[in-house]
Nanobody
C-alpha cells in the first residue's frame, strides 16, 4: 500500500513563504510523475504543479513565478516552495502520485492572512 505524507503547512502573512514536503513510502516514487493539488471548501480540487521523474515541471498559471516544485529521488520526497503567498493561496494542499490508480496524501493546511 502506497502512502504519502505531507508536511510544512501553516499560517503565514501575505508575501511570506512556506515549503511543503511530501514523503512517499514506496520506491515507485522514483519512476513516477508527482503533483501538488489544492482545495478550498466548496470548490473543486485544482492542480498546482507537476514534476516528472527526470524533473520536468509544469505549473498552473496562478502560481507561475511564485511556486517551485522539486524532488529528491534518494529521499522519495517531493517539495513545493511557495513564495509571495497571497490570501487566495489559502487551501489544503495535497501531493499526488500519478500511478494507476493515483494516490493522495492526507493534505496539509496552508493559511495566508491579509
Amino acid at each position: 500500500q502506497v502512502q504519502l505524507v505531507e508536511s510544512g503547512g501553516g499560517l503565514v502573512q501575505t508575501g511570506g513563504s512556506l515549503r511543503l514536503s511530501c514523503a512517499c513510502s514506496s520506491d515507485i516514487f522514483k519512476f513516477s510523475t508527482l503533483a501538488w493539488d489544492r482545495q478550498v471548501p466548496g470548490k473543486q480540487r485544482e492542480l498546482v504543479a507537476t514534476i516528472t521523474s527526470p524533473g520536468n515541471t509544469n505549473y498552473a498559471d496562478f502560481v507561475k513565478g511564485r511556486f517551485t516544485i522539486s524532488r529528491d529521488n534518494a529521499k522519495n520526497t517531493v517539495y513545493l516552495q511557495m513564495n509571495s503567498l497571497k490570501p487566495e493561496d489559502t487551501a489544503v494542499y495535497y501531493c499526488r502520485l500519478l500511478t494507476t490508480p493515483n494516490y493522495w496524501g492526507q493534505g496539509t493546511q496552508v493559511t495566508v492572512s491579509s
